[in-house]
């Protein structure tokens, strides 16, 4: 069974329980989303099937990517994401997935993106704890030595270094979902998930479940 939906991050809030205990809770909009289109081995070479979220005016999109839509007879859509599925075949353009796909879990996997922090140092960014800071140390927040003398004579890969903070792809696993709204597409998820408000996210059925 196909269980793996787009959706919109909307917040957080704070449910009872059965037993009384409140639940923090971030509240995601869980589709509707479209199939636009679907692959097979047999011609694609891998099965998968992508997924379509959140109209958008036809004005706003360039004719090329226009044309996708436009040949399956299907609305255009701001978002696109691409899913491996065992099977392909099953899959007919235009078929809609709601918030319904999911009430039958009880652990999902959330897939979103970070937010971005920008530029950060290595005390934010790797939480480095820095040299002393007593008076003369000359070595208080600077990252220090990298280790690299006139052999290679340059600084190597993936050292920890000041740069760019967030803003990548990140997977929460194993999630518990507290509740499903299904007339209005609402999902409710036990902590908190990748992004920030109104941030696109992935849930799916979860591996470690």
Known sequence: MFQTILGKKIGM???????GRL??????????????????K??????????????????????????QFTKRGLK???FLK????????????GQEFKADILKDLV????????????????????????????????FHRIPGSMGASSQPSRTLKNRKLPGHMGDVR???????????????NLVLIRGAVPGGKRGIVMITKSKKA
């Open 170 to 184: 990140v997977t929460i696993q194993k999630l518990k979902l507290v509740a499903v709204d299904v007339e209005n």
């Open 76 to 78: 255009p859509f701001h």
């Open 42 to 67: 047999a011609i694609d070479g891998y099965d998968a099937v992508q997924l379509g979220f959140e109209e958008r005016k036809p004005k706003l999109v360039n004719k090329p990517e226009l044309g």
């Open 23 to 40: 639940i923090p809770v971030t509240v995601i909009q869980a589709g509707p989303c479209q199939v636009i289109r679907s692959k097979t």
């Open 82 to 93: 691409e899913v491996r599925v065992e099977d392909g075949t099953q899959f007919q353009v």
């Open 107 to 138: 652990w999902v996997d959330v897939v979103g993106t970070s937010k971005g922090k920008g530029f950060a140092g290595v005390f934010k960014r790797h939480n480095s704890h820095g040299g002393p800071n007593t008076h003369g140390s000359m």
């Open 13 to 19: 809030t704070q449910v009872f329980g059965e037993d």
